[in-house]
């Protein structure tokens, strides 16, 4: 009797095991042309199934005092336009001797930059900012490089659940200190 009730036991672990299974990931879509948020086939409603994949690499533009004060996602890199990527990537086209121009016909692309050493050749890229605007400059430019790119726009609209609260008072120091 013992016999029969471990092999009945077994018998239905094994079939409830075939009956388990394990989410399958989205597929990535095919990329657009378009670098505005509102055109993406992916979106930050969405995002959730893109996080933590080996496949795709997803990056926050924003500045660090952006990401600390708003909060940031898990699973997501943050390569800072303004901090980082600015100057040594590109630099802006100039209005009134400034850089403020989003035109990337008018930015100067710094060839010399290691691109693959921040973004991964090979993965697809998802951007975000605070509005899409520095995500859709830097995807005009990563499009040109080969890489497959995505803007899903403004950090403010994403609701998942690996969104991590910001303490909403953070300043980057000031002074010489390095």
């Known amino acids: 009797m013992k016999r029969f009730i471990y092999v009945a036991i077994a018998a239905f672990v094994l079939s409830a095991a075939g ?16 670098a505005a948020a509102k055109d993406s086939p992916i979106s930050m409603a969405q995002l959730d199934e893109y996080l933590f994949r080996s496949d795709v690499m997803v990056v926050d533009l924003r500045n660090f ?76 430019i990563l499009d040109a490089k080969g890489y497959t790119t995505f803007n899903l726009g403004a950090f403010k609209d994403y609701k998942g659940v690996n969104k991590v609260l910001g303490d909403g008072e953070y300043k980057l120091p000031t002074g010489g200190g390095h």
Do not use: H
Request: some cysteine; charged content about 20%; aromatic content about 14%.
């Open 65 to 140: 005092e952006e990401r600390f004060n708003s909060g940031y996602i898990a699973g997501t890199e943050s390569l800072p336009f303004f901090q980082f990527l600015e100057g040594r990537m590109v630099t802006r086209g100039l209005v009134d001797g400034k850089p403020t121009s989003w035109d990337i016909s008018k930015a100067e692309i710094n060839d010399g930059f290691v691109y693959s050493n921040y973004f991964k050749p090979g993965k697809t890229v998802i951007l975000f900012c605070a509005s899409g605007t520095r995500a859709a400059f830097v995807k005009s």
């Open 19 to 34: 009956c388990v299974s394990t989410p399958k990931a989205s597929a990535v879509p095919a990329p657009v042309a378009s």
